[in-house]
């Protein structure tokens, strides 16, 4: 997953250009946001008629695994869907069809709440779309309450690879606001949650693949945005030269975003393996 940008020369220089970057993304951003408070409202289409599933609990849905599978975006905190605007123009560029977002309210006082909306959510996009599991593609938070779905919540009998962008999988050290919002405490390195997620998770089936930044000043340190499980089939990917809120508007990100996701290895008789690669 090798990308034409390039390296930065001077480390000094390198953290200056993408702090100039963060703030005209966070310029972008504020300019957005309005557009993506309303809750999404996707056209409801009927799906086909329903095969047998296996899993009791679960509501059996056709679809083949060769099938497009639809994708779900998650916004990190204090943010809404707006923030994928650049990256879900470049997925539907290249054929992606089925793309939702959902946006959770940022008065949230639990992750696992957020998780089981989104496992709602999950399950309203395979009826209408008629596919039995989706991709996810988190940032931030939006990440981490996408792995505790899957790990925690048997979300990973729903989704077949989940993408994060500077998630705290390992607990950052600097969140702000920690003091003062629950659901960010969470994100703190040795936090009840973060522990919770550190437990055995066999079988998982889910394949992450996890973009992290060398400077990425949200997460610190930088690598505890990479997925470190023994259980968990997981790539980590470098990203050199930006920060924490242009993973997700960089073109080269989105390229190797949509590379991931469109990546055929089968989960099926393989044990898990985690692994490194880098967008540079």
Known sequence: MKLPLPLPSRPSTALLAATVLELV???????????????????????????????????????????????????????????????????????????????????????RTAAELLGRHVEE????????????????????????????????????????????????????????????RQMRGGSPLIEELRRPAPGCRTRFVSFWGELDQVMVPAETACVDHPDLDAVNVRVTGIGHLALPVHPAVATAVREALESQETREGTAPSTGTSSVA
């Open 125 to 184: 996009v395979c009826a209408r779309t008629g596919q039995r599991e989706v991709d996810i593609v988190g940032h931030s938070l939006g990440g981490l309450i996408a792995r505790y779905y899957v790990q925690r919540l048997g979300g990973d009998h729903r989704v077949r690879t989940l993408v994060t962008l500077g998630t705290p999988h390992g607990g950052t050290a600097v969140a702000p606001g920690a003091g003062i919002h629950p659901i960010v």
């Open 25 to 111: 993304v966070l310029t972008g951003h504020l300019a957005a946001y309005p557009f993506g408070i309303a809750q999404e409202r996707p056209a409801r289409r009927p799906a086909p008629d329903p095969g047998p599933d296996p899993r009791p609990g679960l509501r059996p849905l056709p679809g083949s695994p060769d099938a497009e599978r639809p994708v779900v975006l998650l916004h990190g905190f204090i943010h809404n869907r707006s923030v994928f605007v650049l990256l879900r123009r470049a997925l539907a560029r290249h054929g992606r069809r089925h793309l939702a977002s959902l946006n959770y309210s940022p008065l949230t006082r639990d992750l």
